[in-house]
């Protein structure tokens, strides 16, 4: 492996650090309780949360802006 594979794979990881999840500015809103509201994840191997509040799933995931204007959140 030559000096430059390594800078290459250096700099994946870079940019792969920045897809992770705890760096995206994600939020959850529970479509029943309609806000934004704190999730528990019940299996970690499952892409399924589940509202703090009411105990439903029915629960939407992505970036807090989005949500506020999807979902009219004051
Ligand atoms: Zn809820």
């Known amino acids: 492996m030559s000096y430059n594979d390594l800078i290459n794979i250096d700099e994946f990881w870079q940019k792969k650090e920045e897809f ?17 509201v704190q999730t528990n994840r019940p299996n970690p191997n499952w892409y399924k949360f589940v509202c703090n509040e009411c105990w439903w799933s029915n629960i939407a995931i ?13």
């Open 62 to 74: 992505w970036t807090f802006e989005w949500l506020k204007s999807n979902y009219k959140i004051k």
């Open 20 to 36: 992770k999840e705890e760096r995206w500015d994600v939020a959850f809103y529970c479509k029943d309780c309609r806000k934004i």
